[in-house]
């Protein structure tokens, strides 16, 4: 290990000029206006989707565009001739099928190579018939399937009361979101437009309009999966005797909810699907494309391509608050007066983003509770984030600190109030609700992603608890903080790591939790500690990195797969065991010299690989700001401990 006055080089480039060469490159990403907002791209099924919507509705074939996205689409294509869910990975029957169609839309032959041997890729593993429920809903909206082929989702659950053991806010603000436009289309089976006909029959390897309801998901009981389908039949042969008064009441308590969260051109939800699915029900709903509520929302769609010189793709949503939080922190490490003060323009374009008048629905299971968080994107009041809120507050308290000041005392103590208030039963913290906890949910033939809930989970446990500690809170004087450590301990997995929803995935977790139970002040001898100190340094790579990839999600995971080191993930497992004291571990300067050997020409880090999650097994995250302000973050910490005898982080992240 160095001592105090030492420095590492590699390649005769010093730790300094590396930390220089990062810093720059960050400020120059910064906005006129303070903020940081990077790409955020997730796989091929948002852009597919893009262009199937453009052809549901018959709108003008923007040439220009559609060919950028077939150009995007056709880069990401797998060696195996179908797309993959990430970066170099497996085959997706439900990604193959919308890119498939979306390419055949746009006009490519499906005689051409690509085509056909997507083609054959997707027949070779069953056919069509095993997309999933969201690709069945498009290929019935299409006309390509039945509507028997898709689980019936009556709009009368708008009408439903809280206590119904299916109600609409007994599931995630995403699936809430997405379903509830989806109720309105699934009562009118409109038709797609699609002025050209197109249609995929030749993917499947029966008739797809003789298809029947999807298998169970190998995460749903049988039992349950059983009662839930039985149910679906009965729904089956009622639904259509529902009296067209209750009908007419339930869509009208649909749009009442949407248009409620139309949230301008950020779009309900702030997502590609909902939004979307808003458009589509409006045209179902005969409103023309001027009808302000549907071209408002239309807008917001345009506003998520990223349109490049040669290729296009479109976001699933955009980031600012979530990389303008996790920027500051790291320039904030860096320590010199001009990361600073943009740290300090930064947080000041957060500050009045705060959702301080607006109970969302997370109020309508903790009513008592005063809103106070922030969002993920540059509006979604009704749905503030945990993470984002806590990342935020950190950050905030971490600049006064180093200034003196108190201009972020109130948002502060607001964002304290709310987290605390949004603690579960469990003791710990879900991304977005309270005490969902409904898991029998996941066994409804809808739910075959396993995805309809946002429950507690050990990565936004630890970043709330990590916040709590920072402020001062201790297990000894806050129930909240006794019972989020008491939820780690319980999580833990035996080899020694905690799972991570939201970041691939046992690395991005662990880290998590060790911030945390340092900054709470769990002895760095706690057994449970130095497991996980141990499983880190166990699976750093060869060349000194850090890598996992999408498989450590799988239900039959047996321990950490080897994967490709990453920028990101390096830093994550760096930053949470210098969190624990072990700056000096032999681990450390392995994983100091990968980030300086692999930094760019520009001073940042190249990383194609998907290091987030959107949901697990299903949907994976691209951001392209992990690269450029985790490592920078790492180095500078290990460059700040490395000059002190403490060698203590003494804050929550």
Avoid at 47 to 58: C, N, S, T
Wanted: negative net charge.
């Amino acid at each position: 290990m160095l001592s105090a006055d030492e420095t590492v080089t590699v390649a005769g480039k010093s730790l300094e000029t590396t930390i220089s060469a990062a810093t720059r490159a960050l400020l120059d990403h910064q906005r006129p206006d303070g903020h940081w907002v990077f790409e955020l791209e997730a796989d091929c099924t948002i852009p597919a989707e893009y262009i199937l919507l453009r052809h549901y509705l018959a709108e003008p074939v923007d040439a220009v565009l559609e060919a950028k996205i077939a150009r995007y689409l056709r880069r990401v294509q797998g060696a195996h001739g179908g797309w993959p869910l990430v970066h170099d990975g497996a085959f997706d029957m439900s990604a193959s099928v919308k890119a498939y169609y979306a390419l055949k839309m746009i006009g490519d032959s499906v005689d051409a190579p690509h085509m056909a041997r997507a083609r054959e890729a997707i027949r070779a593993r069953g056919g069509a018939v095993h997309s999933n429920v969201f690709t069945r809903f498009l290929l019935a909206l299409f006309g390509v399937m039945d509507w028997t082929s898709v689980p019936v989702l009556p709009v009368e659950i708008m009408l439903l009361p809280l206590w119904f053991p299916f109600h609409i806010n007994r599931i995630s603000y995403w699936a809430r979101t997405t379903m509830v436009p989806l109720l309105v289309l699934g009562a009118l089976k409109p038709r797609a437009k699609n002025p050209k006909g197109t249609g995929v029959d030749e993917l499947f390897l029966q008739d797809p309009r003789s298809i029947g309801m999807t298998a169970k998901a190998p995460h749903q009981s049988l039992g349950w999966f059983t009662f839930f389908r039985a149910l679906d039949s009965v729904l089956r042969v009622v639904e259509p005797m529902f009296p067209k008064s209750l009908r007419q009441r339930a869509i009208d308590a649909a749009l009442g909810f949407i248009e409620e969260r139309l949230n301008g051109e950020d779009g309900m939800g702030a997502i590609y699907p909902p939004m979307a699915n808003i458009v589509m029900m409006y045209d179902a709903l005969g409103k023309g494309a001027d009808y302000p509520p549907r071209a408002v929302t239309r807008q917001g769609l345009e506003n998520l391509l990223v349109i490049g010189e040669e290729e296009a793709y479109c976001q699933p949503c955009v980031s600012p608050v979530w990389d303008t939080a996790l920027t500051t922190h790291a320039l904030l490490e860096t320590g010199d007066e001009v990361s600073r003060s943009a740290a300090k323009q930064g947080l000041e374009w957060l500050l009045p983003r705060q959702v301080l008048d607006l109970k969302g629905d997370w109020a309508v299971k903790a009513p008592d509770v005063r809103p106070g968080g922030w969002a993920f994107q540059y509006n979604n009041a009704y749905y503030p984030d945990l993470d984002d809120t806590a990342v935020v507050v950190m950050s905030m308290d971490r600049i006064q600190r180093d200034t003196g000041g108190h201009g972020f005392d109130a948002a502060i103590a607001r964002g304290v109030e709310w987290i605390e208030g949004m603690q579960s039963r469990d003791g710990g913290w879900a991304a977005f609700d309270v005490n969902n906890l409904e898991y029998y949910l996941n066994n409804i033939p809808f739910s075959d992603h396993g995805a309809l809930l946002d429950p507690p989970t050990e990565d936004v446990t630890a970043r709330c608890l990590s916040m709590l500690a920072q402020l001062g809170q201790t297990a000894s004087t806050s129930k909240a903080v006794a019972a989020g450590i008491e939820y780690l301990r319980r999580t833990q997995h035996p080899e020694g790591s905690w799972y991570g929803r939201w970041g691939m995935n046992f690395i991005y977790g662990t880290w998590s939790v060790l911030c945390a139970l340092n900054a709470a002040g769990v002895s760095h001898q706690d057994p449970m500690i130095r497991r996980a100190v141990d499983w880190l340094a166990s699976i750093q790579n060869q060349d000194g990195g850090w890598g996992e990839d999408a498989v450590t999600y799988g239900l039959d995971y047996r321990g950490q797969t080897a994967a490709p080191s990453t920028a990101s993930q390096t830093a994550w497992a760096l930053l949470g065991l210098m969190a624990v004291g072990e700056v000096e571990h032999p681990a450390i300067v392995r994983g100091i010299g990968y980030l300086m050997a692999t930094q760019a020409e520009k001073g940042l880090w190249h990383e194609q690989r998907y290091t987030a999650t959107g949901f697990p097994r299903v949907f994976y995250l691209r951001y392209h700001g992990y690269p450029k302000f985790f490592p920078l973050w790492a180095l500078a910490r290990y460059r700040n401990l490395t000059k002190t005898n403490s060698r203590v982080v003494g804050v929550g992240m």
